[in-house]
Each structure stands twice: as structure tokens, then as C-alpha cells.
């Protein structure tokens, strides 16, 4: 997505901003859409021209005036197309939705790796192309979120492990499927998006979401718009270093911090307290823990109060503090928000992070839990394919 203030970028945000407008405060004339947002009328007509063109908007009437012409009233139409948005992580998760992002119909797949996971993910597009096409608008594009560093402008996905998905175009393999646009981002931005669209972030500017998973990464929005860096790789804050003691060494795989205090992590430090002989209700949840062992087995047991697992959700809570702390201190975000596949669990964290960041840091974080859940990746895609199809339909409020 280009981010520089060129006359195309301006232009979009523009009218993703009176779209907005129009969505929220309709039925509305294009006077009081020019003075909401201090735009020139000039502007605002050339624009709602080209949305009432493309049947996003339509005219409802007028409104009473005491002098002069009756003004004209305009109101949002979400069905004028519909999008598709797919999440790839451990489940292949689709959805169509309107252009409001209510999601009309869902589809999920459990993910495989290699090439017969690009072939699934193409046939889940197709089957959600169908089930667009029987409510009667035509589709917009694609989204698509991927558990991998993104080349977001060729969409090319970098290296997914657990997909086995490296050096991938995958951008160029689904549009040349499906013959639809596609655009190919990282999971956790969309995260980002999703939030900052629909969900904790979208009454603020600057916002950090913090995935909690396997692993753990950072979706950035900043002035209102996603940020993804020189090499496309802001918030993978999974490789940041917790102390001294983690310098000069390699990290495989995962990096650093998410191999402390990810799902990883979690089940790694149970394991350890397990083998010292250490009691736990672990022991008897699944007959080995070396194998069976989940991040999510060690969570549900400190939340039945098991000491063990509430000793791994402290050393957990302190490494997760100082990731929150680096965020809050480097970005100054408006707001922090807890989310990925282990957000249900989130209540065992955030306040401990509150306790241990209370008057360590010169301001404290509005840090908040997601109430999107894993829909917020889904409502990110969708927003994707919104803002970067012809006439840039997302969605973020101009700022001031």
C-alpha cells in the first residue's frame, strides 16, 4: 500500500473519509459533508459523483431549505458489492461480507502445508465466489492474511512455517485462479486493520495490536494508516531480546521473546517445572506432556488455579510486561490491544501487566482486550480489499 502524499493516496483518503461520513451519518447532503470534514465543495461533489457512478452511494430525497435549492440527500449502499476475506493460520477461515463488513456467510478448512494448501486456500476462494454470487452483487476482491512476512506489493509470501509456503506469489496464483483482485498481507496487520476498522482502535489514530499465539507479532497503525516498515517487517516483535543474557545467540524457527512467552513458550516452560516433578492437574489432562502438551491446557489450569501453570503465567505476564513497556515507550500508541489465538485467556495477563508497568514507565498504556476475537483478521482482509480495489473504499477517518 503506498504511503507517500502523492495526488492517488490523497485522493482515497479522501473519499474513504466521505464515504465514512456518508456511512455514519446519513441521509446526508454534500454541504454538511463538505463542512464535517473542512473539505472544498468542489471536492466533495467530484467525489460523491464517482461513488453514485459505482452505486455506493445512492440519492434518498431532499431536505427542507427556507431559501435557495433543497439540498440533496445521500445515503451509503453496503450491497452495491460484496468482498471476500480469508485468515490462513492453523484454519483456513473465509468470509464474505458487505461493505459495511457485515459478514453475510462463513466457510473454514483445516490448513495444510505446501502446495496442496495454495490449491485449498483457491478452491475455499471459489466456493466463497459462489456463495457471493447468490446474493446478487458482484465481488470486489480478495484479502487474504498469511503467518508470514509479506512483500505486500507483489504479494509474495516470504517464509510460513507451518505452512511450508516460502518465496511464495500467491497474490499472482489466486488472481490467476479466480481472474478476481488480490491483495496478500501479513495475518497480524490485518489484525491491525480489522481493530482499527471495526473493532478496540476505531476511534483512535496510532494503535498497536499485539498478537498472542504460537508466536507473537505487532500490527502498527499510525496516523491512521498500517505500518509496515522499510522491508515490510514492522512488529515482528517476537524477535525482540528480554535482557543481556539472549545476546549473540541464533534463534530458529521462532524468535526470542515469542519462543519465551508464545504458546511456545508456555507449553516449554511447563514442560520444564513438570519434569523437576513438580505436582500439576497437568499431569493428569493429558497422559504425555512432552507430546500432547498445549498452551491452552497450561492456561485453563492456571485459570482453575493449578499453581504450576499460575507460575508459568507469571514468568509469562513478566516478559510480556516488557514487550508492552519497549511498544508504549518507542511508539507512544493511543491504545494497546490484546488479541490472536489465545485472547480468551487474556484475563490472566493484562492485569498482571498492569501491576508490573505501574510507575515504571511516564505514562501508562491504554491496554485493552479484543472483542473481535479472530474476526478481527477476517474484518482486516475485508478492509484490505476495500481500500486497494479501484476507488479506495477504506475507511479510515481523515485526521484533523
Known amino acids: 500500500m503506498k504511503r507517500t502524499g502523492d495526488g492517488s493516496l490523497l485522493r482515497k483518503v479522501n473519499q ?5 461520513t456518508i456511512r455514519e451519518h446519513g441521509p446526508i447532503s454534500r454541504s454538511d459533508i463538505a463542512r464535517r470534514l473542512q473539505l472544498s465543495p468542489a471536492t466533495v461533489t467530484r467525489i460523491v459523483t464517482e461513488l453514485l457512478e459505482q452505486q455506493i ?22 450491497r452495491a458489492s460484496l468482498i471476500i476475506g480469508v485468515y490462513v493460520h492453523r484454519n483456513m477461515l473465509g468470509a464474505v461480507s458487505d461493505l ?16 496442496p494448501g495454495v490449491e485449498q486456500l483457491i478452491d475455499l476462494v471459489h466456493e466463497l465466489r459462489q456463495v457471493a454470487l447468490s446474493y446478487g452483487p458482484p465481488v470486489r476482491g480478495v484479502g487474504i492474511g498469511a503467518p508470514s512476512v509479506v512483500t505486500y506489493q507483489e504479494g509474495i509470501v516470504r517464509w510460513a512455517p507451518s505452512l511450508q509456503w516460502r518465496e511464495l506469489p500467491l497474490k499472482a496464483r489466486v488472481e490467476a485462479a479466480t481472474g478476481l483482485p488480490v491483495f496478500v498481507e501479513n495475518e497480524v496487520n490485518l489484525i491491525a486493520l480489522g481493530e482499527s476498522w471495526r473493532g478496540a482502535g476505531r476511534d483512535v489514530s496510532n494503535l498497536v495490536c499485539l498478537s498472542l499465539g ?68 497437568l499431569a493428569e489432562r493429558c497422559s504425555d506432556a512432552e507430546t500432547e502438551l ?4 497450561v492456561l485453563q489450569a492456571a485459570r482453575e488455579g ?62 485493552v482486550v479484543s472483542d473481535l476475537r479472530m474476526d478481527a483478521a477476517i474484518l482486516g482482509a475485508l478492509a484490505m480489499a476495500l481500500f486497494e480495489t479501484d476507488g ?9
Request: with cysteine; aromatic share 6%; glycine share 12%.
Open 294 to 297: 498445549t498452551a491452552e491446557m
Open 16 to 20: 474513504s473519509a466521505i464515504l465514512e
Open 214 to 281: 504460537p508466536g507473537i507479532g505487532a500490527g502498527i497503525v499510525l496516523n491512521g494508516l498500517l505500518y509496515r516498515g522499510t522491508h515490510n517487517a514492522a512488529g515482528e516483535v517476537g524477535y525482540l531480546l528480554p535482557g543481556t543474557d539472549y545476546l549473540g545467540c541464533a534463534y530458529d524457527g521462532y524468535g526470542c521473546l515469542e519462543g519465551l512467552a508464545g504458546g511456545t513458550g508456555i507449553v516449554h516452560c511447563a514442560r520444564q517445572l513438570l519434569r523437576s516433578g513438580e505436582p500439576s492437574s
Open 306 to 367: 493449578d499453581a504450576l501453570a499460575l507460575r508459568v503465567v507469571e514468568q509469562i505476564s513478566d516478559y510480556l510486561s516488557l514487550l508492552v513497556a519497549s511498544t508504549v515507550c518507542v511508539l507512544d500508541p493511543d491504545r494497546v490491544v490484546i488479541s490472536g489465538d489465545l485472547v480468551g485467556f487474556a484475563d490472566l495477563f493484562v492485569p498482571r501487566i498492569r501491576t508490573r508497568l505501574e510507575g515504571a514507565l511516564p505514562l501508562m498504556p491504554d491496554l
Open 392 to 400: 479506495g473504499l477504506f475507511v479510515q477517518k481523515m485526521q484533523a
Open 57 to 78: 452511494v445512492f440519492e434518498t430525497g431532499s431536505m427542507f431549505a427556507p431559501y435557495g435549492r433543497r439540498p440533496v440527500l445521500l445515503q451509503f449502499n453496503p
Open 100 to 115: 459495511n463488513g457485515d459478514i453475510l456467510e462463513r466457510r473454514a478448512r483445516p490448513s495444510i502445508p505446501g502446495e
